[in-house]
């Protein structure tokens, strides 16, 4: 039973399949021959014995009435024309011969029944003739003393005991044949209880066996698979005992669980080195410069792979190598740089790597077939290489260098995740080189670009003071040939002084927004915060601007302004922004139209807005608005006289101050201007109250 449990389930089951197999035939063999048996022992009863037992015993009545009646006759007691029944004893004895001759039967009993029934039927014969003689006879004899009478008797007496001779046999014959059926019946209920109970011990011992070889080993091998999935991650599965196909299941999951070993390892080892990528990624990121960047590199990569040497060669756009940077174990010298046939290799080793997308990463660098190129061996010389793999450093086009991890003792076979990583940290290192060199140039043209505006400030500064001192001169110049001290002037010499003397102060404004600019970029402003109130400052602003407009035939309103409505601003500054903005409403508004300057508390807000009649901003024109010395182009076109730096000075002012400047313009219809700037005091946030125009 221990050996055939350690079998396969499939011989197992042949096993028992055969046992059931040569069960039931044998059972069946034994049940066909006890019911053949006992079919033939009731076929027998039924078709032979049990009917020739009964017309037997029917022969014998009739005889017995007969002879009876014979009797009777015989002894004056009844009339001699009673019938002595002939016709139904040898029927009776036709019925017997009948059954005896069934096919139930076997030949020997054939034989011996037709030996019986012949001398009964004999018998009856002859009596029925001495019955009839003995009556022939009954006149002249006595009674009992005739010699038919005496025949009669002795062939009566023949019949019956024929008659008891064939009914004893077919009794005997009968019983057998009963007492073989009860057994054959008996048999069979044995046979099937033998087969019964056989069967459970087939099953008994089948379902022992399964447990031993099948349901008790996979029980186990689901204790162990619980226990690992419950952090016992080592723990092996019992492969001595079941079937064999349950220890063939326990050697699989062994191995599976040593594979799973493996790569839990070899997970772990992939995990450290994405960590000593990201290391290095932040490493170089973080350096100063690209020498301590490149020494980062080499050393974190030496350590985290546990090479012998990391060497790292970058050249430069000849072709050149410029710098050479290494790590190595502390038991190691130095690698002498490269012989100049090696270092003139280093851009066509980079070139070559970075055009196939691949690392060069043989496990053994002295295989003979490596070994054949000359360039491998003259490398291996120079640095002692034993196992070597090389990447490309480099960013888009741009090649910059190699790096090299070496073993000098021994051979290395390098994994996939190594050289992954060491092709990351390349990347990390030449993305860190490009970009150090890059802030290095950023940093050298910034302070070229810082250089040169300080010197164009200073430029402007200077041109701005040495042009506004002639203009003086030359306006107080003009005021004295307006005034006469050099003579009377003809009307066409004052016209032209005139000229002479607007041109003058277009001129002294522009170098004033210069200088004021120039002021603002070089030292930003300088404002003296005072709380005024919104209406004295438009009123000021509008007395300011009314000349201007009164030339230009412009009409210029103020509309009411809430007198409790201030702002916290440096006056000087913010008066010059409405100035501005108050001068090109009216110089961009033809004659007749109208110029309006107006104030409200809006959404916690003071707006303060200048609003036109004139020709408008194109909307291809408003991005560049404030940028300076810009001009509208319908402004250009009309040749309307402007610096293009007004709202370049408004928007350095507002933005002093915390506010901002909203234009809102259509071409041809007005421009309106909105000063937007912060409520002074506690008033800030009040809902705006309605204004009276």
């Known amino acids: 039973m221990r050996g055939l449990s350690g079998r396969s389930v499939k011989t197992q089951l042949r096993v028992f399949g055969i046992a059931l197999l040569l069960l039931f035939p044998v059972v069946a063999a034994s049940t066909a021959w006890n019911i053949r048996s006992q079919g033939r022992d009731i076929e027998a009863l039924t078709l032979a014995l049990g009917p020739a037992f009964d ?67 004999t018998a009856a014969q002859a009596w029925y003739r001495a019955a009839v003689a003995a009556e022939a006879g009954i006149d002249g004899a006595a009674p009992g003393d005739s010699a038919g009478e005496v025949a009669a008797n002795r062939e009566f007496q023949h019949f019956r005991d024929s008659n008891r001779a064939l009914r004893q046999e077919i009794g005997r014959q009968r019983d057998r044949a009963r007492e073989g059926a009860s057994d054959s019946a008996q048999v069979l209920f044995g046979v099937e209880l033998l087969t019964l109970i056989v069967a459970m011990l087939i099953v008994l011992v089948g379902w022992r066996m399964g447990q031993r070889s ?153 295989a003979p077939e490596i070994q054949a190129d000359p360039r491998a061996a003259r490398f291996a010389r120079a640095t002692g290489a034993h196992g070597l793999l090389l990447a490309p450093v480099g960013v888009g086009e741009q090649g910059l260098g190699v790096l090299c991890v070496l073993m000098v003792d021994s051979p290395r076979r390098w994994r996939s995740y190594e050289i992954q990583t060491v092709q990351q940290c390349a990347g990390y290192l030449a993305q860190a080189v490009v970009s150090l060199r890059l802030s290095q140039m950023q940093e050298v043209q910034v302070r070229r670009l810082t250089e040169i505006d300080r010197q164009k400030t200073d430029f402007m500064a200077t041109v701005s003071h040495e042009l506004r001192t002639p203009l003086t001169s030359i306006q107080g110049y003009l005021e004295l040939l307006e005034d006469g001290d050099y003579g009377v002037l003809t009307q066409e010499q004052l016209h032209a002084v005139d000229i002479i003397d607007r041109n003058t102060a277009r001129l002294r404004g522009l170098i004033e927004d210069l200088l004021v600019l120039n002021k603002i970029e070089a030292t930003g402003l300088e404002s003296s915060l005072q709380e005024l109130p919104v209406d004295d400052l438009l009123a000021g602003v509008v007395e300011m601007l009314r000349p201007v407009a009164e030339r230009g035939r412009v009409k210029l309103l103020r509309e009411p302004v809430e007198p409790d409505l201030t702002v916290k601003v440096d006056r000087g500054q913010l008066e010059r922004a409405l100035i ?22 809006r959404d916690g807000a003071v707006v303060i807005e200048v609003q036109d009649t004139g020709i408008g901003i194109p909307a291809g024109d408003r991005k560049q608005l404030f940028t300076r010395f810009f001009r509208a182009s319908n402004a250009t076109a009309a040749a309307i006289p402007g610096s293009g730096l007004g709202l370049a000075i408004v928007q350095a002012i507002l933005d002093g101050h915390g506010g901002r400047l909203d234009v809102d313009s259509a071409e041809g219809v007005g421009t309106t201007m909105s000063v937007v700037l912060p409520l002074a005091g506690d008033r800030v946030g009040n809902d705006p109250e309605p204004v009276a125009v």
């Open 55 to 121: 017309a037997n015993n029917a022969a014998l009545i009739d005889m017995t009435e007969a002879n009876t009646t014979w009797s009777q006759v015989m002894g004056a007691a009844a009339p001699r024309s009673q019938a002595l029944n002939q016709n139904e004893v040898l029927g009776d004895l036709d019925a017997v011969h009948s059954a005896i001759s069934s096919p139930a039967l076997d030949n020997r009993h054939h034989r011996q029944y037709d030996v019986l029934l012949t001398r009964q039927r």
């Open 214 to 366: 099948i349901s008790g080993p996979l029980d186990r091998l689901r204790r162990v698979v619980s226990t690992q999935r419950d952090g016992q991650r080592d723990l092996q599965a019992d492969t001595q005992r079941g079937s064999e196909e349950v220890r063939e299941l326990a050697r699989d999951f062994n191995g599976l669980t040593r594979a799973n070993t493996v790569l839990r390892e070899q997970h772990a080892m992939v995990l450290l080195a994405h960590q000593l990528a990201l290391d290095v990624a932040r490493g170089v990121h973080g350096a100063p410069d690209t020498e301590q960047a490149m020494r980062l590199v080499c050393a974190m990569l030496g350590e985290g792979l546990a090479a012998d040497r990391v060497l790292l060669y970058t050249h430069d756009e000849a072709g050149q190598v410029d710098e050479r940077t290494q790590w190595h174990r502390y038991d190691l010298p130095d690698v002498p740089p490269l012989p100049p046939s090696l270092a003139g290799e280093v851009q066509k080793v980079n070139d070559d790597l970075r055009r196939d997308a691949r690392v060069f990463a043989p496990a053994d660098f002295m």
């Open 580 to 601: 501005n903005l108050g001068s090109n409403a009216v110089k961009f508004t033809p004659a007749g139209g109208r110029a309006t300057v107006r104030a409200a508390r």
